[in-house]
């Protein structure tokens, strides 16, 4: 009996007081609070960055923003959402979904002509003939 009691894991009723925690301290907690905080600050910054450098800086900005987000996610998933200390097992069915995530993501964005330069400035172009103006005496108006 005595051997079953010893094969038991440390989380196991037996042994309540054996349970050893496993992650990040406090203070590493505030380590990585306090680095998500600067990408943040780093991110919001880039609305500024054509009035700082003088010059257009979507062409920086945007892969900068897009590195930023994809390190913040990875230290939210690691540290907060305790990934780094998980089995194998849910690692790989995390990092396998987030791949499909970023497949159809990308999908998406190429569907919809992300990838190029339209050259308007504009969200959406105004139509190339105006409406025609509403008519309450024309025939079926």
């Known amino acids: 009996m005595s051997a079953a009691v010893t094969e038991l894991d440390d989380d196991s009723p037996v042994n309540p007081g054996e349970h050893h925690t496993h992650g990040p301290t406090d203070g590493q907690y505030f380590k990585i609070f306090f680095l998500l905080v600067g990408l943040t600050a780093l991110e919001v910054s880039t609305y500024w960055w054509d009035d700082i450098f003088n010059a257009d800086t979507k062409k920086i900005a945007v892969p900068v923003l897009l590195t930023l987000m994809v390190i913040k996610f990875f230290l939210v998933a690691l540290y907060f ?13 995390f990092y396998a979904g987030m791949i499909i995530a970023i497949l159809v993501y990308g999908a ?3 569907v ?3 990838w190029s330069d339209s050259g308007t400035t504009h ?3 105004p139509p190339i003939d105006p409406p025609a103006p509403f008519c309450a005496d024309c025939p079926g108006g």
């Open 112 to 114: 919809m002509n992300f």
């Open 123 to 125: 969200f959406n172009n």
């Open 81 to 93: 959402m305790h990934l780094k200390f998980d089995s194998p097992l849910l690692k790989r069915t």
């Open 108 to 110: 998406a964005l190429t």
